[in-house]
């Protein structure tokens, strides 16, 4: 069955660090993948997300994330972290052909020191 | 931006007694979605619903859990009798499309408590 797996629980930086977060799956069909960010007390928001195409995505606030098919991963990076960037950080990925789900890895909490 | 609304945003309530949580998708989305999510645990999927009935659901969501749709704009999430490890935050989702080529957007959130 498809799943995703977040290995970093807790990660805490500096302002102006480098962020890399990973994110594995496990299947190897065809590969939808997504990155979730949950900033205190809001709700889920969509960072970015990988359908086909370009394996470097881009998306909001400065976040981008590499599809590496090899490596089944689908690490989240960002050159130069802001304390505002303070949340859980959450990878996904469709379950089953119909695609009516997605389920979350376990999150990676991400704590920035200013 | 459009948006998905929740009520209410916290509710306490005894163990045993029944709940409805409240949800608004945005409204030309024909896909609706309940998550929970315990504390300091993962997001976990529960249900899944398409023209009026559930299309998918996971084992978390058993008989003490129903979904509806009653009047075209709110979709409900009951729990019939709840008990303490049914406290969590509670996220409605809504979908355009079926495929995830569209962005599924969450509500954000209803908290509840169960003591």
């Known amino acids: 069955a498809q799943s995703v797996s977040q290995h970093n629980h807790h990660v805490i930086l500096s302002e102006a660090a480098s962020l890399e977060l990973g994110c594995n799956y496990s299947y190897g069909g065809t590969v939808n993948l997504f990155w979730y960010v949950q900033y205190p007390g809001q709700h889920l928001q969509l960072l970015l997300k990988?359908?086909?195409?370009?394996?470097l995505v881009k998306g909001i606030k400065g976040f981008e994330a590499e599809f590496i098919k090899s490596k089944f991963s689908f690490n989240l990076r960002k050159p130069s972290v802001q304390w505002s960037d303070t949340a859980e950080y959450f990878c996904?990925?469709?379950?089953?052909?119909?695609?009516?789900?997605?389920?979350f890895g376990s999150g990676t909490r991400l704590s920035i020191r200013p | 931006e459009p948006e998905v609304t929740q009520t209410p945003s916290h509710q306490v309530t005894q163990m045993g007694q029944e709940v409805i949580l409240r949800c608004v998708p945005i409204?030309?989305?024909?896909?609706f979605y309940w998550y929970r999510q315990i504390l300091g645990q993962k997001v976990e999927f529960l249900v899944s619903f398409y023209n009026n009935e559930i299309s998918e659901k996971s084992e978390i969501f058993d008989d003490q859990f129903s979904v509806e749709r009653p009047d075209g704009s709110n979709f409900t999430l009951k729990i019939r009798s709840t008990k303490l490890e049914d406290s969590a935050m509670y996220f409605c989702?809504?979908?355009?499309?079926?495929?995830?080529?569209?962005?599924?957007?969450f509500g954000e959130g209803s908290w509840l408590t169960v003591v």
């Open positions: 989702a809504s979908n355009g499309q079926r495929e995830f080529g569209n962005t599924i957007y």
């Open positions: 996904a990925v469709p379950l089953g052909s119909s695609a009516s789900k997605i389920i």
């Open positions: 990988y359908f086909s195409g370009d394996p």
């Open positions: 409204s030309n989305h024909l896909y």
